[in-house]
Structures are given as structure tokens and as C-alpha cells.
């Protein structure tokens, strides 16, 4: 696609992400972005070859994606995959395993309480003997003091976490990285609201599953690098271990990120009011969410992000039992894994998301069993609110 197809670099963010390959199509002028499900392309002739050949390697409907995701990061490039773990497989394996397999055992420092599926990797990898490991709480100085004392390749932070919404210094961590690249899974928050690029980080990850997309109908990731170096690097091994996401889906995602500027002001503004009401409740032990002056990250948040997410977990009252009685009330929020999209989901994290953690490791990461984790989405706030207080009405008379 012709660079032509974005917006003046000088644009706003949300220009940015409306526009992207609006007006780009030269043969109709078609105001949407073509579709190109093409898996090959002519050659012009012998030796060659057109700007793409082969969609495994290249595919101007992913190209499109990609440049805008790139763009609205501040990113050198990006490589879109095909799920979000096909973006932490490839950040691993160009930024850490490929040196291993070279003779230099790599190593990965990562946050405590990684997303589950991240965590599962990144141990069942070091186990296999492919790097060596570190998990430390990278949001408490402890963890901060560790890294001045330790070198890694990678560097890996999730910010916020998952789920307890432990806030990290991006800039402080890429101050104490030394020659170690750092990545930040920023699939909580989006470019819309936090740029690690722009603290310092090296490389960022999306599932792109989540709110980039936002309508909960595709899978998918993308790996942002802050160089052009760093995105070839990516790109090549995209390519080379076929991770690429599929057209259809970059176009879902494309399109879903017209509206990403629009459904954050009110998936925030949701979120805010709903922590705020749920911090009185009886049946509410405790609340994590950012945006509230007594969460521990809040100043942290606030200096480091645009806004404070649409996360919300809680600590109910009666462990599991309170949660099972919680989620069998629920009329709009559905017990569903995963985040970000426009409609509200409740999850329990110690049997869904974080099941592939063990539970000691659940344990150190503060996962409890009583533990809900809330996904606002942007439907009539008033009716969300309903909807949590009388499922939280019916733990309170059972306790
Ligand atoms: N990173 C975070 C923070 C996530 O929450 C998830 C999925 O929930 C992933 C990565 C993995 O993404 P996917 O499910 O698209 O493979």
C-alpha cells in the first residue's frame, strides 16, 4: 500500500487510527481499505517481483494494519500475528532462543504475574533449556534493585498486570536494562492510553484479540519495534516461522481500530464509575483498579498513562463460593475469557485466565480464589451498575 494511504504524521492519534487506508484505493477509490485475500501475486515478470509475492511473507491488507499499529505506537515497524502468543513466540524467539541455538544461552527477566499463557511459556521454554529464567515484581523496588544486579536479554513487563493491575516504571526499568531489550505487553491499556516507546521500552506487544480490535470476533497480536532494525529482524522471523495474521483479520482489526479513540472514553468513563460505586459494596473485600487513589500504582498510573484502563478486579467475600453465587447472577456481564472488547465480561482468574499457572505461583502473584476480574465495556453504565449490584446483593444476604 502507498504511504499515501495514512494520514500526515503531524495528525493526532485518533486521526491516525480513523484514517488508516482510507481513500487509498487507486483502481475504484473505494473509501474503505480493500480486502486482499490473495495468498500469491503476479510477478511483473521473471526476477520481478510486484511489492508483495507471497501473503505468508507479506500481504498489503496486513501491511495496512501494521502501519497503523506501527504508527499510533511510535514503532520502526511492526509484524502482525496471528494471536497474541504468536507475538510473545516471535519476540522470544528473534530476541532471545535464536542466540541460544547460536552457542549463548539467553536469559528473560519477566513480570511475577505475566499474563497465564505468557507464563506458561516463558517457563515450559526455560524448562525445555532453550533460556534461562527470572520472574520478579517489577512494580516494587525490590524487583527494580534486582535488575541493577542481574543482565538479561529481554526484559519482559506487563503494565498494568493481569490481574491485579500492579502498575510498572517503564522508564525506570529500561534506566536499569543495561544492554537487555525491553518489551511491554501494552494489550491492557492500548496506544491509546500508554506508549512505551516512548519511556524508553524497545519492543511492544499486542493482542490484538483485545481492545485494538475490540468486538471480540478475531484472534490476533502484533510486535511493535522501536527500530526499523529491530521490526526487520521481527519481520524475517514473522515470516520464517509463518506467524502472520490472516487478511481477513488484519481487516477486522484495521476497522475495529477506527473507533479505538471513541470506545476508550467510554470504556474509562464506565470504569471509573464502577470502581468508585464498587468500593463501598459489603460483599467487596477489596478493589484493584488504578484510577482509585488508594490503588498503590495510582500516581504511577497517572504520570505514565493516558488513562486508567477498563480493568476492575475484585476480592469477594466467601472465596469461590461468593464468586460462583456473583457470576450465576449476571445478566449482561458474561463469564467469558479475555478483554477489551465493547461488551462487559467477568472472569475468574485462578480457573480461566491463570489456570496454566501453578498455584504456587498464583499464590506469590496474589491470585486468590475469591478473586473476579471485570472487563467494562461500553454499554449504559446505570444498567452495568445494576447488573454488579445485585449479583453482589445475593453474596451479601448468603454470607
Ligand atoms: N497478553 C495479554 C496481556 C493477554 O491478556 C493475552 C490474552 O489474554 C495475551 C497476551 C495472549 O493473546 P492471545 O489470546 O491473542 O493469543
Given amino acids: ?209 483485545k481492545s485494538l480490535n475490540g468486538h471480540s470476533d478475531i484472534v490476533g497480536g502484533a510486535l511493535v519495534a522501536k527500530t526499523r532494525e529491530d521490526a526487520e529482524t521481527a519481520d524475517w522471523w514473522c515470516n520464517c516461522l509463518g506467524l502472520g495474521q490472516s487478511p481477513f483479520d488484519s481487516y477486522l482489526v484495521l476497522r475495529g481500530m477506527r473507533t479505538l479513540h471513541a470506545r476508550w472514553a467510554v470504556h474509562e468513563r464506565n470504569a471509573n464509575l464502577l470502581a468508585e460505586r464498587l468500593v463501598a459494596h459489603p460483599a467487596v473485600e477489596r478493589v484493584y483498579y488504578p484510577g482509585l487513589r488508594s490503588h498503590p500504582g495510582h500516581g504511577l498510573a497517572r504520570r505514565q498513562q493516558r488513562g486508567f484502563g477498563a480493568i476492575i478486579s475484585l476480592e469477594i467475600a466467601g472465596g469461590k463460593t461468593g464468586v460462583r453465587r456473583l457470576v450465576e447472577d449476571l445478566e449482561l456481564f458474561c463469564l467469558a475469557e479475555s478483554l477489551g472488547g465493547v461488551e462487559s465480561l467477568v472472569s475468574h482468574p485462578a480457573t480461566m485466565t491463570h489456570a496454566a499457572m501453578d498455584p504456587e505461583a498464583r499464590r506469590r502473584a496474589g491470585i486468590t480464589d475469591g478473586l473476579v476480574r471485570l472487563a467494562v465495556g461500553i454499554e449504559a453504565v446505570e444498567d452495568l451498575v445494576a447488573d454488579i449490584e445485585r449479583g453482589l446483593e445475593r453474596v451479601r444476604r448468603a454470607a
Fill in 1 to 209: 500500500m502507498s504511504p499515501q494511504s495514512h494520514p500526515p504524521r503531524e495528525c493526532q492519534p485518533c486521526t491516525q487510527s480513523v484514517r488508516s487506508g482510507i481513500a487509498s484505493d487507486p483502481t475504484h477509490g473505494a473509501v474503505a481499505p480493500p480486502l486482499y485475500l490473495s495468498s500469491n501475486f503476479c510477478f511483473e515478470g521473471l526476477e520481478a517481483p510486484r511489492s508483495f509475492d507471497y501473503t505468508r511473507s507479506g500481504n498489503p491488507t496486513r501491511a495496512e494494519l501494521e502501519q497503523a499499529i506501527a504508527r499510533l505506537e511510535g514503532g520502526g515497524g511492526a509484524s502482525g500475528t496471528g494471536s497474541g502468543m504468536a507475538a510473545v513466540t516471535l519476540a522470544l524467539h528473534a530476541f532471545v532462543t535464536d542466540r541460544s541455538l547460536r552457542g549463548r544461552r539467553g536469559k528473560v527477566i519477566a513480570q511475577h504475574d505475566s499474563y497465564g499463557g505468557t507464563h506458561r511459556l516463558l517457563t515450559s521454554l526455560a524448562e525445555g533449556g532453550l533460556f534461562d529464567l527470572r520472574f520478579l515484581d517489577l512494580s516494587s523496588p525490590e524487583g527494580l534493585d534486582a535488575l541493577d544486579r542481574d543482565q538479561a536479554d529481554l526484559i519482559w513487563v506487563e503494565t498494568p498486570s493481569n490481574p491485579l493491575l500492579r502498575v510498572t516504571d517503564i522508564e525506570a526499568v529500561a534506566e536499569r536494562a543495561g544492554d537487555a531489550r525491553v518489551l511491554v505487553d501494552n494489550t491492557f491499556l492500548s496506544p491509546a492510553l500508554q506508549n512505551p516507546l516512548a519511556l524508553g521500552a524497545d519492543l511492544v506487544l499486542h493482542s490484538t484479540t
